[in-house]
């Protein structure tokens, strides 16, 4: 392994034993047994390590903890917006997949538009960034919906409760039995409802380190066909929101 490799295998230790900032840290010897290296080449390879910030010593256990350089870059990273974080993964996916993408965010009963992507092929059947639409009857609404407590849902909508369109959930109840159902799947799929003969799947992706919450979406022209959605179009939004989740350690 060359000395790159065997950095990021140490850097890697500290989830593997759930070592966080404060605690004492990886002792010298639990760092030599996990890369089974000789003392000499482990104890150079901490040295560099600890000399370019990459990690710093206890000065009571003498543990190796995550050093001051390495904590500013992830600073730096987990303190982008989210929508900033997601904007070049849907720019590719909305050109590789042909169809529109969209990241958006709830806003009281509204989701709003941050971000458009145009696929291959330009449609004038698109919502703008900006634009504001009824969380109920979309599914980037209902995903981000579903990340709340039923009981948070009905306090935000019930109040002057009016449908989206015929196609979306026509009560509270309604829309709150289909909330369980995305909660169980992890994505939201509507048909026919902010656009006839458009329809979307989203999904929801966090920074918890912020403290937010998006929904990114592809829309697509309506299936008559059972499931009513393409299924590599959900594959490649789940795997933009697993990448994301690990980058930021959900």
């Known amino acids: ?26 002792t010298f010897t639990e760092i030599v047994e996990a890369l089974t290296l000789p003392k000499s080449t482990v104890s150079r390879l901490l040295s560099t390590m600890e000399t370019q910030g990459l990690l710093e010593r206890d000065l009571d256990s003498r543990g190796y903890r995550i050093g001051r350089t390495l904590i500013s870059v992830v600073s730096h990273y987990l303190a982008t917006p989210l929508v900033e974080s997601l904007s070049d993964a849907m720019a590719r996916l909305a050109s590789e997949a042909g169809c529109m993408g969209y990241i958006s965010v709830l806003d ?51 109040d002057g409760w009016r449908s989206a369109s015929a196609n979306s959930p026509q009560t509270p109840d309604a829309l709150c039995a289909m909330l369980v159902e995305i909660r169980q799947q992890g994505w939201a799929l509507a048909r026919n409802e902010t656009l006839p003969g458009i329809s979307s799947l989203a999904v929801a992706v966090s920074n918890k380190h912020r403290g937010e919450t998006a929904a990114i979406c592809l829309s697509f022209p309506s299936q008559d066909n059972a499931p009513g959605y393409p299924q590599p179009l959900l594959d490649k939004l789940r795997a933009i929101a697993a990448e994301t989740a690990e980058k930021y350690g959900v």
């Open 1 to 26: 392994m060359t000395t790159l490799e065997n950095a990021a295998a140490v850097l890697k230790l500290f989830n593997r034993y759930g070592v966080t900032q404060g605690q004492q840290g990886l």
């Open 108 to 158: 009281e009963r509204d989701v709003l538009v941050m971000r458009m992507y145009h696929g291959r092929q330009f449609t004038q059947l698109v919502t703008p960034p900006g634009s504001r639409i009824a969380a109920s009857g979309t599914s980037t609404g209902r995903v981000l919906l579903s990340q709340l407590p039923d009981e948070a849902v009905r306090a935000r909508l019930t």
